[in-house]
């Protein structure tokens, strides 16, 4: 009873060497696959899960890049407004006449000369916000700067005009806008 069964079926005549060489060998291989394939699909997962770790790396990266661009291109539009305004401000703006300004719901006021109060009130002249300080620069520098950011040029804009009623007896004597009480 020691004998195996391929032994067995070798004197019976059932099966030859070589066949029997054969069943032997694709149960070797079975076993095999059976082994590798546990640490096969364990392979895969580990894989799929580097893989998986390396793109969210890469996405990571990509978003930080992103983000540190786009801090220098901030950097570098408040440089090129800082440099606008100051080679381009109104030197001889101080005098006696009180121009009255709104900025941010905050009515602030500068006292300039009589020609800068003038080409203030035609829109030759705007507003800029350099940091805390406001600077007078010529209306295509502040296009410029409005361009660049907006939230720098306060608006001085004298588009508050009414329609005049047709029944208005004083309708042809029109208000200057620079009128001084």
Request: include cysteine; aromatic fraction near 4%.
């Amino acid at each position: 009873m020691g004998n195996s069964l391929i032994d067995q079926l070798k004197k019976t005549g059932l099966v030859n060497k070589t066949k029997a060489h054969k069943a032997k060998h694709d149960q070797y291989k079975n076993k095999k696959q059976k082994s590798k394939k546990g640490t096969a699909e364990t392979l895969d997962e580990a894989k799929l899960l580097a893989k998986k770790a390396q793109a969210e790396k890469v996405e990571r990266d990509r978003q930080m890049n992103q983000k540190r661009k786009d801090e220098a291109e901030q950097k570098a539009i408040a440089a090129q407004i800082i440099q606008l305004i100051e080679t381009n401000r109104v030197e001889d703006r101080d005098g006696e006449i009180v121009y009255n300004f709104t900025d941010a719901n905050v009515v602030k006021r500068l006292f300039v000369s009589e020609l800068v109060h003038k080409h203030l009130m035609s829109g030759q002249l705007a507003i800029a916000k350099l940091r805390e300080a406001y600077e007078l620069v010529p209306k295509p520098v502040a296009e410029k700067i409005k361009q660049r950011d907006v939230d720098c040029i306060i608006n001085t804009e004298h588009s508050i005009e009414t329609q005049p009623d047709g029944d208005d007896p004083y309708a042809d004597y029109k208000i200057p806008d620079d009128l001084i009480w």
